[in-house]
Antibody, heavy 123, light 106 residues
Framework: EVQLVESGGALVQPGGSLRLSCAAS?????????MDWVRQVPGKGLEWVGR??????????YYAASVNGRFTISRDESKDSLYLHMNSLKNEDTAVYYC?????????????WGLGTLVTVSS | DVQMTQSPSSLSASVGDRVTITCRAG??????LAWFQQRPGKAPKSLIY???TLQSGVPSRFSGSGSGTDYTLTISSLQPEDFATYYC?????????FGQGTKVEI
């Protein structure tokens, strides 16, 4: 069974940093999958944060304007893991952060989602 | 950015009803359109991609249609477990964008 498990969410002060992890299991080749981060402020809608494409594009990354320059996505293929490095955190970054895996060959369509991890930015 | 507009924002329905949710994109998506279901307190679940392809394990009462800029999610006979919020998403262009959501209530 394919599964994603996020971790690393915490309470952090404005201006601080945090690294989220997303551990993947059950994938045949993790490197074939686009991987995304999506966030959701409690009670609000879904907001795409960024993507790591797959091995075919040398894991090209793309970001939402709201996090570009502050957040960085990386992946460790040896651990089948995805990371979100968050710097210069703001109050408005408070949200549940989900990772999602893409369907191989489906032009970036999402497949599996993790359960999410809560990031709270507050002094 | 491609704006995604869902309608209605919320609806009330009964078990057994046919429900239709629409999603309009700010530009043509070439069917790179997905639908997600989110129950309260839970992670989103992928229902449909490619505008009309059901994800594995999704009941056949769910269907998707449309092309260009206009897409539809239909639930043919609403079941108790279908009361949730539904989101459309375009993945044709960066940044990926979601609709604002449609809450289906009893």
């Amino acid at each position: 069974e394919v599964q994603l498990v996020e971790s690393g969410g915490a309470l952090v002060q404005p201006g601080g940093s945090l690294r989220l992890s997303c551990a993947a299991s059950g994938f045949i080749f993790f490197s074939d999958h686009y991987m995304d981060w999506v966030r959701q402020v409690p009670g609000k809608g879904l907001e795409w944060v960024g993507r790591s494409e797959n091995k075919a594009t040398d894991y090209a990354t793309y970001y939402a304007a709201s996090v570009n320059g502050r957040f960085t996505i990386s992946r460790d293929e040896s651990k089948d893991s995805l990371y979100l490095h968050m710097n210069s955190l703001k109050n408005e970054d408070t949200a549940v952060y989900y990772c999602a895996a893409g369907i191989v060959g489906a032009r970036g369509a999402f497949d599996v989602w993790g359960l999410g991890t809560l990031v709270t930015v507050s002094s | 950015d491609v704006q995604m507009t869902q309608s209605p924002s919320s609806l009330s329905a009964s078990v057994g009803d046919r429900v239709t949710i629409t999603c309009r994109a700010g530009q043509g998506l070439s069917d790179s359109l997905a639908w997600f279901q989110q129950r309260p307190g839970k992670a989103p679940k992928s229902l449909i991609y490619g505008a009309s392809t059901l994800q594995s394990g999704v009941p056949s009462r769910f269907s998707g249609s449309g092309s260009g800029t206009d897409y539809t999610l239909t639930i043919s006979s609403l079941q108790p477990e279908d009361f949730a919020t539904y989101y459309c998403q375009q993945y044709r262009f960066y940044p990926l964008t979601f609709g604002q959501g449609t809450k289906v209530e009893i």
